[in-house]
């Protein structure tokens, strides 16, 4: 798990969590990455794969940008310095990526989006810029030099023609140089511009969603309506949690103060699955539809599925990928107990948790281990 080294979990959530940055050095100790350069270009040949190639440089502002998929030759034409390899959702493909997001469950799991991994040469970046949600970023190999500002970070601030978002006036405050093991976190709305210092610096930017008002609206009856000014879901007030699929009653409180929404239409929402991961889900239902069910297996919650739970009163609700799923034949313990832990040993739990394994078996929701 991340060490805090001089503060707790508690005095992060209490005064860095959407206030300000924070670097943690050898958070993870003698960290090793679970993935290389190598195996990264890899990923971006794959058809079902999101990935991009940046080059550039903050000095002279020619910036160019390509997606993938790309092809083995496009690595070998590259330049030797100024360019960043960038590839999505990783932790859909390298279970060893996946297993890493346990480390910050200290922020609830609901809020989580993805991990992106990036691999950088020397003078490798993609620009200042700033982004509306919490991300923290953890170094897995090389070093990366990362400059960060809170001046500045407004929609009007970037750079015309130009295929990225680069702020046009970026003005450092903060100074962090990271190796193998270091965590920057970075709340909403400052900027930062990582440039790597060697032709080995993989990063790994652990990213959290963040809702808009016209996106929580969506998510009700209202669903044709229009906001007139865009605000954000926050919560920097979020107290540290040992359960991290619980949707709090301080977190659905939040969300009515931007929208009239209910805790169900909440629910709903946050759990809701983008195009990306409902390809990745339909691909694997479609490779596992003629398996039958093993009374004797563990079965995990599918890399791209997202889950949560409420509680009113003794009553748990369960909600994944945007629907609530109704188990109530299954005791509270054996929902709850699924839901933060997104597995269930059918060999060793109780039959109530063998009966939600079933039935999200069936909805091809569930994954084998091996």
């Known amino acids: ?82 360019w960043t390899l960038l590839v999505q959702g990783v932790d859909r493909f390298v279970d060893e990526v996946y297993q890493m997001i346990e480390h910050f469950d200290f922020v609830p799991r609901w809020r989580f989006d993805d991990v ?41 601030n970037y750079l015309d023609n130009v295929p990225l978002k680069i702020m046009r006036t970026f003005e450092p405050e903060y100074v962090f140089e990271v190796g193998p093991g270091d965590i920057l976190y970075i709340p909403p709305k400052v900027a930062h511009h990582g440039v790597s210092l060697d032709d080995k610096c993989t990063t790994f930017s652990f990213g959290y969603r963040s809702y808009t008002n016209q996106e929580l609206l969506e998510s009700t009856e209202k669903y044709n309506s229009i906001v007139s000014t865009i605000q954000y879901y926050e919560d920097p007030t979020i107290e540290l949690n040992e359960y991290p699929a619980l949707i709090t009653q301080s977190a659905i409180n939040k969300a009515k103060k931007l929208v009239h929404i209910s805790t169900n239409q909440f629910a709903c929402c946050v759990t809701k699955i983008d195009s990306f991961d409902l390809n990745i889900l339909q691909n694997f239902q479609f490779q596992i539809q003629n398996k039958g069910f093993d009374y004797y297996a563990k079965y995990f919650l599918h890399a791209s599925c997202k889950v949560a739970y409420t509680i009113n009163n003794e009553s748990v609700k369960m ?34 948790s063998v009966n939600i394994a079933k039935k999200l078996f069936r909805l091809g929701l569930l994954d084998k281990a091996i």
């Open 1 to 82: 798990m991340i060490i805090f080294n001089e503060i707790s979990k508690e005095e992060f959530l209490t005064y860095y969590w959407q206030k300000k940055p924070l670097l943690l050095k050898q958070a993870l100790p003698n960290f090793i990455s679970p993935i290389n350069p190598n195996e990264l270009a890899g990923l971006s040949l794959e058809d079902e794969i999101e990935s991009r190639i940046v080059k550039g440089s903050i000095d002279d502002h020619e910036w160019a940008l390509n997606y993938g998929p790309f092809i083995e030759k496009t690595y070998s034409t590259l330049p030797k310095k100024n």
């Open 116 to 156: 992106m991994a990036s691999y950088a040469v020397t003078g490798g970046s993609v620009g200042p810029h700033f982004d509306y949600y919490d991300v923290f970023l953890l170094q897995g190999e090389g070093r990366r030099r990362w400059h960060l500002s809170t001046k500045n970070c407004c929609d009007n």
């Open 319 to 352: 909600y994944i990928n945007g629907e609530y799923i109704d188990v109530n034949d299954s005791k509270p313990e054996a929902i709850t107990n699924f839901c933060n832990s997104r597995k269930i040993d059918c060999k060793n739990d109780d039959v109530f």
